[in-house]
């Protein structure tokens, strides 16, 4: 596990200061090694998290006559399959390490090899042959790959902080934070800034010396199917997912140092705890957090796994002095994200990070298999289908007329959208509330129609039932804007890797295979995951209702970041930069502060927008990195 960076310039040499301080950026995702390669216009650089092939994996690597280099973040679990046939067709190796497979693999194959590795990776390839820079991500957008391709070259990196370092303008995006203001992240391919993007999940680019541009991609989230293919029966299904489960969890398992497992107390971090007990000789190293506030602890749920499997635990309560780091993870981010669960995320991290380097966890479950209670709200929603056009334009009159602070407004303005899809779109934001917190001047397009045509590639083909669609964009937009996004930056800021055995694209494309009424069963989500898995769990476990990892944020909000939340929301340098009522935030506030209404995730968004913005223009003023060229920022 890794940081990379690096820039190929048109028209002038690379310089190895530069590429050293872009990767000094992103030294927290790789403290063990650091490495840099320069050939011309070309700079590739890493930091490198030392977990496989511990003495012979310094990056970066070549092929044997050095045309080909790669820089790699990641890990390739089927590494070794692919080595021995590499090694069968002539290639010879001089390391142990997944990474110079990577080099081989693209000497015989091209881009058409990606599609062979199993794992999680953003990688980049200089291959001098061609004059080319080939950048990869992984199919679910599990490590990031942030590019800038600009008149004079190319930039890229980990982070955005290294692209930063490298001089790129930083000309602020505002089509990016309208989506945020929807989202609560900014999804791929947006970043805060017009210069730069994500690579896709999926996804691939070559960058030639001429600045032309080739993309590709190798893999696309399969459409959940609504019914079974003749012959595909529950029972085999629940023996495939318990095989392909347990396959998955074994690949994570391969490391040359010690390894461990996030355990919340859920169905699927469990699950994972369970089948790596039964695939390794030694105790597993458990870590797991909890609160004061008793619905959202799950500690004795968690203990009650670790007993049943006998697991090396290590528990720690998370007190609201804990949220000090709030303005770390800011820094973390680079860009605005407003899920809160970041904070229980960054201090299991960092509480793993003080016994093993490598951490298992469940994410992605609640995605493949129908986990959450939002999509039981999306087949309640199907009835508003039957109400009358004419009299959904009343209800939308109506709720037009009520005052913002009615319950009954959300309900009425829900009815009277025209689409379930747009009901679907609009139940974390809703559109009225977009409409009295911000400027029109600043947004005047606030309606699902935007949402839609900007996420069109986060959502299947025209047609698709209501539930498919909202089950492919809870994969292919959130799962990989928000979920991993936020692990991601919270283990490697305390240079944790985490790995996901949720998602072996093999286990994703089965799950894909598998009706929604075999995973939305019994009154539960997930039900044939549970099925397949659940003899392993303790019954408390299965009767427990769906928690999210989150924080009581709600209760601090009125008590120990009061303070705190209103300085930020209520400061001239927040309400002056024209996006948002000022009337309205200080009436978000009063509301929170009084009970009357939970505001506390969009008070959050709030918060971590102004937070990014501060942070935005203290580090705008420092001076972009040796050899970068002067611009205007």
């Not at 039964?278 to 190293?285: A, F, G, R, Y």
Request: glycine letters at 8%; charged letters at 25%; a neutral charge.
């Amino acid at each position: 596990m890794c940081g990379i960076a690096g820039q190929f310039l048109r028209e002038r040499n690379a310089e190895p200061a530069a590429i050293r301080s872009m990767c000094d950026q992103i030294r927290h995702r790789g403290p063990d090694d650091e490495g840099f390669h320069v050939d011309g216009g070309c700079g590739i650089g890493m930091r490198r998290l030392s977990i496989i092939d511990l003495s012979t994996g310094h990056q970066p690597m070549s092929n044997e006559d050095g045309t080909v280099w790669v820089v790699f973040n990641g890990e390739v679990y089927n590494y070794q399959e692919l080595r021995a046939d590499l090694i069968r067709k002539g290639h010879r190796f001089r390391t142990n390490s997944d990474t110079e497979t990577l080099v081989h693999l693209y000497e015989e194959e091209g881009t058409q090899g990606i599609q062979k590795l199993r794992g999680m990776f953003a990688y980049a390839i200089w291959d001098a042959r061609t004059r080319s820079v080939l950048l990869v991500r992984d199919r679910f957008g599990k490590k990031p790959l942030y590019f800038a391709a600009l008149p004079e070259g190319l930039y890229f990196g980990s982070e955005l902080k290294c692209l930063r370092a490298a001089g790129v303008p930083l000309e602020i995006d505002d089509e990016a934070l309208q989506l945020y203001f929807w989202c609560f992240y900014i999804p791929d391919p947006w970043s805060p800034y017009k210069a730069i993007r994500k690579l896709p999940a999926g996804g691939w680019m070559r960058y030639h010396a001429d600045g032309k541009i080739e993309q590709g991609r190798y893999w696309q989230l399969p459409v959940p199917v609504e019914e079974a293919a003749p012959g595909f029966t529950e029972t085999e299904a629940c023996e495939r997912v318990r095989e392909l489960f347990d396959e998955s969890v074994r690949l994570r398992l391969m490391a040359d140092v010690p390894l461990g497992a996030f355990l919340s107390g859920g169905i699927d971090s469990s699950s994972v705890v369970a089948s790596m007990t039964l695939q390794t000789k030694e105790p597993v190293k458990t870590f797991s957090i909890g609160f004061d506030e008793p619905n959202f602890n799950e500690l004795p749920l968690a203990a009650a796994v670790a007993r049943k499997y006998n697991t090396d635990h290590h528990e720690m309560i998370v007190r609201p002095n804990s949220v000090d780091l709030v303005t770390k993870l800011v820094r973390h981010f680079d860009e605005p994200f407003a899920d809160s669960s970041a904070i229980p995320t960054y201090l299991v991290s960092e509480f793993a990070a003080q016994y093993v380097k490598v951490a298992l966890t469940g994410d992605g479950g609640d995605e493949l298999f129908a986990g959450y209670d939002s999509f039981f709200a999306v087949q309640r929603n199907r009835r508003m289908d039957r109400v009358p056009r004419p009299l959904r334009k009343m209800m939308s009159i109506g709720a037009d007329l009520l005052p913002y602070s009615a319950y009954g407004k959300h309900y009425l303005r829900m009815m009277s959208r025209s689409t379930a899809l747009d009901r679907y779109l609009e139940s974390d934001t809703p559109h009225y509330l977009l409409r009295k917190l911000l400027k029109k001047e600043w947004m005047p397009a606030i309606d699902t129609a935007f949402l839609r045509s900007r996420l069109a590639h986060c959502l299947p083909p025209n047609g698709a039932d209501i539930l498919t669609q909202a089950l492919y964009f809870e994969t292919a937009a959130k799962l990989t804007g928000d979920m991993l996004v936020k692990v991601d930056r919270m283990s490697m800021a305390n240079s944790l890797e985490v790995r996901c055995p949720m998602l072996d694209h093999k286990l994703a494309e089965l799950a894909a295979r598998i009706p929604h009424s075999w995973k939305m069963k019994n009154g539960r989500g997930k039900d044939i995951f549970i099925r397949a898995l659940g003899d392993r769990l303790p019954p408390e476990l299965l009767n427990q209702p769906k928690r999210g990892f989150g924080v009581p944020l709600e209760l601090w909000f009125r008590g120990s970041l009061r303070s705190f939340l209103w300085d930020h929301l209520t400061s001239a340098s927040f309400l002056n930069r024209g996006m948002v009522s000022a009337e309205f935030v200080h009436h978000l506030l009063s509301e929170h502060d009084r009970g009357r209404r939970n505001n506390c995730h969009h008070l959050w968004k709030l918060l971590m927008l102004e937070l990014w913005f501060r942070d935005f223009e203290q580090c705008r003023d420092v001076p972009a990195a040796v050899g970068a060229q002067d611009r205007a920022v």
